[in-house]
């Protein structure tokens, strides 16, 4: 149980076109998920937290309108990449929780997006 | 600021050595400490969990501890594979509204024939 999807697994743009990342929580309902970019030889680093009908918030020094983030479902979360750039090529990984009164995060196999 | 600071940064070790990386934290107030097990262009997988109280945790060959009172952790890996090469990550979660979780940098351990 607790399975966390991501789609696609890898993805390569061209600089300037958007890119849509989706998270997906298989076989439970999650109300937050959350973010993370993760660069080479670096830990995760936290983007935003995604609550389910509500607007994401966002870490500091990541911007809003560049990175958006949609949580429709319980089950469903995306990250938009817009007007990509070569500085926006990292692997970008989500995760999913249940509730806030647990701080278990189920990890998703995250997406390396490269921009050219 | 809460940190978790990883040690050593990577290591080599030999098919059926064992090895020991350390963690040590300055997040609080104290929830609980996971180690992570990523490999190379996946997720984190939970290898372990431990709260305040517990001092050990074991997931077949490989032992977390924990010393809530020196803020150290450390997991032990047992006659290494080579399947264990991946990176290890220490994550501690504070007692705080929303549960914000802090990472460490992580272990790169190769485990080498």
């Known amino acids: 149980g607790a399975v966390v999807s991501q789609h696609p697994s890898w993805v390569i743009c061209k600089s300037g076109t958007s890119v849509k990342i989706e998270c997906r929580s298989l076989?439970?309902?999650?109300?937050?998920m959350f973010w993370y970019r993760q660069f080479p030889k670096q830990s995760l680093m936290l983007m935003a937290t995604?609550?389910?009908?509500?607007?994401?918030?966002?870490e500091q020094g990541v911007e809003k309108d560049k990175f958006l983030i949609n949580h429709a479902s319980l089950t469903l979360s995306t990250l938009t990449v817009t007007s990509a750039h070569p500085e926006d090529s990292s692997f970008y990984i989500c995760?999913?929780?249940?509730?806030?009164?647990?701080?278990?995060?189920?990890f998703g196999p995250g997406t390396r997006l490269t921009v050219l | 600021k809460n940190q978790v600071e990883q040690s050593p940064q990577s290591l080599i070790i030999l098919e059926g050595k064992n090895c020991t990386l350390q963690?040590?934290?300055?997040?609080?107030?104290?929830?609980?400490l996971r180690w992570y097990k990523q490999d190379t262009g996946r997720g984190p997988v939970s290898l372990t969990i431990m709260t305040f109280s517990e001092n050990t945790k074991s997931n077949g060959r490989y032992t977390a501890t924990l010393d809530a009172d020196t803020k150290q952790s450390s997991l032990h890996i047992t006659a290494s594979q080579l399947s264990d090469s991946a990176s290890y990550i220490c994550?501690?979660?504070?007692?705080?509204?929303?549960?914000?979780?802090?990472f460490g940098a992580g272990t790169t351990v190769t485990v080498r024939a």
């Open positions: 076989d439970f309902q999650a109300t937050t």
């Open positions: 995760s999913a929780r249940v509730n806030r009164a647990t701080d278990t995060q189920y």
């Open positions: 963690c040590n934290y300055t997040v609080s107030p104290f929830s609980n």
């Open positions: 995604s609550n389910e009908g509500s607007k994401a918030t966002y």
């Open positions: 994550v501690v979660s504070a007692v705080v509204s929303d549960y914000k979780l802090s």
